[in-house]
Structures are given as structure tokens and as C-alpha cells.
């Protein structure tokens, strides 16, 4: 079965501190990866995608098929990245998205 | 600019009532999804379409039905409204094939079933 795990609901880390928000799959075909954010009072987006390795606002993410996991990752945390995070993936067969169950990320001044 | 709009921000019903959320979308998209969101367990995929008047289930379809009678809209029922399924609930579009492609969240709609 297709799943997605995000192990943490909330991080907390100051600004400046290095940030990283897991997420494992479970899929047993070749998945495309998907982080998606939702800021305060702002509807669900896309923020980044594993086959576009690409950095998007400061965030990078690997897709580790030998982990099954796809974290994302930034070195330096800004008070504007505080939001939630989802973890999304895409099976070959169908263009549905299936999501974890996110992590919300606090960026303390 | 992309636009998925669900008609309702707010809704309150009461436990037993038909409810009818709707969305609509302006690109042209094949695709439209319904999700419903709850802390803690993340976005869970009711239904979705990838035509007119073609649906699928998704994960946790009971006690919904959906509606897509034209391409740029698409609506879900609940044919009697219950208190579990007090919940946001969020809307979504996009073109077929999956490589380049990404959903387009409409703002939701907060369904409060009392």
C-alpha cells in the first residue's frame, strides 16, 4: 500500500538554526515526491518536487530510494517559513496525490 | 491567474441535513479532487474525477457522494450530515500526467455539522 509518513506534528527552531522536516514513503514502484506548504490564513501550495531538483525559497529535498525518504531541508530557518508542511507522493499508475499527515514548523525569532 | 474557488468559507449544518460544497475551477483542468482536512491526520482523499461524469473513490469515500456534471465543476454531497464529519474541506485541480504537473488547493470550506 501506498503510504506517507511525516514522524513529527510540530518543530520548533530558532532563526538561523538549520531545519529538516522527515518524511518516509512507502511505495514499491519508482514515486514522485511532493512538499507542499500552507501559511497562516493561505490556501494548500505547492513548494517544491523531487524531479525538478530545484531549491525553492532556501528548501532542498532529496528523494533517498534506498531510505524510502524524501526530507526537506534548509540551513538557515526564517520566521516566514513557520507554517505547515505536507509530504505528498504520486503513484505511477493514477495522478492522485496521497499526503502525510504534516508537520507544523515554529521559527522563534 | 489559477483559480479553484469553493462557494463556501463557513458552513454550519445540523446532523441529518443534505449538504452540497461546491467548487469550481477555471483552467480547463480534467482532474478534480476532494480532500478533507483534520490535525493530526493530514490530508485524506474522498473522491475524485478525471472527466465529466467520471468518478473514483478515494480513501474514505462512506458517507460522501460527488457530482461532476461539467468539466470546470465539481461538487460533494453529504447525504446526511454527521457530527464526525465536521472537518475542512478542501478542493482541488489539475492536468492529467503526473511529471510536471501540481494540484490547485481552492481556500477551503470550514464544515461545522452540530
Known amino acids: 500500500a501506498q503510504r506517507v509518513t511525516q514522524p513529527e506534528k510540530l518543530l520548533s527552531v530558532f532563526k538561523g538554526a538549520p531545519v529538516e522536516l522527515k518524511c518516509n514513503y512507502s511505495?514499491?514502484?519508482?514515486?514522485?515526491l511532493f512538499w507542499y506548504v500552507q501559511y497562516s490564513r493561505q490556501r494548500l501550495q505547492l513548494l517544491l518536487r523531487h524531479i525538478s531538483r530545484e531549491s525553492i525559497k532556501g528548501f532542498t529535498a532529496d528523494l533517498n530510494k534506498g531510505e524510502t525518504s524524501f526530507h526537506l531541508k534548509k540551513p538557515f530557518a526564517q520566521e516566514e517559513d513557520s507554517a505547515m508542511y505536507y509530504c505528498?507522493?504520486?503513484?505511477?499508475?493514477?495522478?492522485?496525490?496521497?499526503f502525510g499527515t504534516g508537520t507544523r514548523l515554529q521559527v522563534f525569532p | 491567474d489559477v483559480k479553484v474557488t469553493q462557494s463556501s468559507r463557513y458552513l454550519v449544518k445540523r446532523t441529518g441535513e443534505k449538504v452540497f460544497l461546491e467548487c469550481v475551477q477555471d483552467?480547463?483542468?480534467?482532474?478534480m479532487f476532494w480532500y478533507r482536512q483534520d490535525p493530526g491526520l493530514g490530508l485524506r482523499l474522498i473522491y475524485f474525477?478525471?472527466?465529466?461524469?467520471?468518478?473514483e473513490k478515494g480513501d474514505i469515500p462512506e458517507g460522501y457522494s460527488v457530482s461532476r456534471e461539467k468539466k470546470e465543476r465539481f461538487s460533494l454531497i453529504l447525504e446526511s450530515a454527521s457530527t464526525n464529519q465536521t472537518s475542512m474541506y478542501l478542493c482541488a485541480s489539475s492536468r492529467p500526467g503526473r511529471s510536471n504537473e501540481k494540484l490547485f488547493f481552492g481556500s477551503g470550506t470550514q464544515l461545522s455539522v452540530l
Open positions: 511505495y514499491s514502484g519508482s514515486p514522485e
Open positions: 474525477s478525471y472527466d465529466v461524469k467520471m468518478k
Open positions: 483552467m480547463d483542468h480534467e482532474n
Open positions: 505528498a507522493l504520486s503513484a505511477l499508475s493514477t495522478d492522485k496525490l496521497i
